[in-house]
Nanobody
Framework: VQLQASGGGLVQTGGSLTLSCAASGRSRSGIGWFRQAPGKEREFVAGISWNGISSRYSESAKGRFTISRDNAKNTVLLQMNSLKPEDTAVYYC?????????????????????WGQGTLVTVSS
């Protein structure tokens, strides 16, 4: 059981990126995307319930980011549009253990027990 995040890179302000999380073995777990910028705490970005019915976004992500999942492919995507320099961070995907099998999305890192290695997103001004 593991998570693997990919898709980060360098993009200009206003550009787009799609992050992918390979979430094998956790099809009944909610998946969240978090990010951590240098010198800052890890923060919730977006999350989706195990069945894709529920999703949540941070205020900064609303209207710009879209999270989706395909359980048949064990994949969760984070489509990021209209990127800003303040979106620069290492992005992590994580699997929730508290709400397994429930249409609930947690925003608290403590409820996520399995983390991927992170992928760096850099937005240049």
């Amino acid at each position: 059981v593991q998570l693997q995040a990919s898709g980060g890179g360098l993009v200009q302000t206003g550009g787009s990126l799609t992050l992918s999380c390979a979430a094998s073995g956790r099809s009944r777990s909610g998946i969240g995307w978090f990010r951590q910028a240098p010198g800052k705490e890890r923060e919730f970005v977006a999350g989706i319930s195990w069945n894709g019915i529920s999703s949540r976004y941070s205020e900064s992500a609303k209207g710009r980011f879209t999270i989706s999942r395909d359980n048949a492919k064990n994949t969760v995507l984070l489509q990021m549009n209209s990127l800003k320099p303040e979106d620069t961070a290492v992005y992590y995907c994580a699997a929730d253990s508290l709400f397994t099998g429930r249409p609930v999305v947690s925003t608290a890192p403590i409820t996520y027990d399995l983390w991927g290695q992170g992928t760096l997103v850099t937005v240049s001004s």
